[in-house]
DNA sequence: CCGGAAATGGAACGTTGTACCAACTTGGAT
DNA sequence: ATCCAAGTTGGTACAACGTTCCATTTCCGG
């Protein structure tokens, strides 16, 4: 009777699957897709190879699943919220993606190979589905739900991706100051080019430093949803 | 006098830049991104690693050269069509993009990668030229050229990477028959879905069987067209 | 308390990117 | 024609990586 409190087959488990997942996550958020190696992993889980890779399989599939970690957790945050219209709720959506890959730069890149390798995968349907079903309250037709919302996915997908941005250290004081600097030497480099050759980067230049990426990311998904209308 | 065909520094050059660059992509399309290693290179290309590492310094460094040409090459193709419209223009560049991804699919992550690393590189500022020119000329008023362009650019490249398709051999004598079979597969995945969770899925899943991924893109690009017009 | 199953740590293997080098080739100066 | 510094090459060597394998330890139902 001493081991009453122990039940069917509940095992005390030192080392985790999430706990390796979570380990990778903060690898990968310090120092990109290069940091996350086996043996990274086990120094900072004090820990041996095998014991890894009983858990985990591949360095792909721990790749694979931390980013499907990641991603729905970024979405089920947005679960709770109440949006009014089918509108908020596609921003809702596309901004929490954008968030969760302004902290997580390395997902840029793995998104689009998951949906591409995988486009029956979890991560796909999630947000396709998500997405789709504002679609069919925006007063699309059926026949062209399809369309609409695969327009919005990859638009939302695309710009997300590209607006990531990699560099090193934002721990310094102000983490703004990178971002004025980048935005300043972005500007420069396209007052420097040949007027001749790139009057539109030209003309633009000057603009980028009164921009701010969240908002021209919101006004894109406008653009968007103003076209679909026409779908109608 | 016997030299008379030589001239200041001309040299015969037994290996040359284009040639490794030539060789990396032809790994590349074969084999995807594993399939270019310096190994691989130089027994195609008979010589040493030494010779390659003199004309290329980097193995990512040829990763960005090789993107630079092929996408290059494929703008080029465009230039020579004369676009009765700016939203013909934007169309044509938009195809040739989505064809280059179809011939390279590894493009699909090094693109954005590229974009995401060097945002001043000749990639992102080429495209973003060239399709920016033709937002001008759309009746887009100036102070919206970069919040337009940059939505046009979001989206065609998001559409095409996520349209990559990966798989290994089309060699076969029909390459459309692991298409439908690929279609036929997702639509069954897709019914599969519990129609509790994933109604929107449930709804679609017939109408992938009757799609054509070049068409949807075309749809998108008209979507966003549309919804430019509404910055006027 | 005992035995099989679950889980672990570490050694070992093959492959990779890259630095380095001794040799060969080139082409202008003498 | 000869020579030499710069350019170019093939190959070796090394550290780091993903992964396999296995002896050992820990677990838990009977």
Do not use: K
């Not at 081991?3 to 706990?19: G, K, Y």
């Not at 100051?177 to 080019?193: C, I, K, M, N, V």
């Amino acid at each position: 009777m001493a081991t009453r409190a122990r039940r069917t087959q509940r095992r005390n488990q030192v080392l985790s699957r999430e706990q390796i997942i979570g380990a990778a996550v903060e690898l990968l958020d310090t120092g990109g897709e290069g940091a996350l190696t086996v043996r990274a992993l086990t120094e900072r889980l004090a820990t041996g190879s095998g014991a890894i890779y009983y858990h985990v399989g591949n360095r792909d599939e721990l790749l694979d699943t931390a980013t499907e970690t990641v991603v729905t957790a970024a979405l089920a945050t947005t679960a709770a919220q109440a949006a009014a219209t089918p509108e908020d709720e596609i921003r809702v959506v596309a901004l929490a993606l954008f968030d969760a890959i302004a902290e997580h730069p390395w997902l840029a890149t793995r998104l689009t190979l998951q949906i591409i390798r995988n486009p029956v995968g979890s991560i796909s349907v999630g947000i396709f589905e998500r997405i789709g079903r504002q679609v069919s309250e925006l007063g699309v037709p059926q026949a062209r739900w399809f369309d609409a919302a695969s327009t919005l996915v990859h638009y939302i997908l695309g710009a997300v991706s590209q607006n990531a941005r990699i560099e090193g250290d934002t721990s310094g004081v102000e983490p703004d100051a990178d971002r004025e600097e980048f935005l300043g030497a972005t500007a420069e480099a396209w007052q420097d080019l040949d007027p001749e050759d790139y009057p539109f980067m030209h003309a633009i230049a000057g603009r980028i430093s009164e921009h701010d990426d969240r908002e021209q990311f919101l006004t894109g998904i406008a653009v968007v949803l103003d076209g679909l209308t026409r779908l109608r």
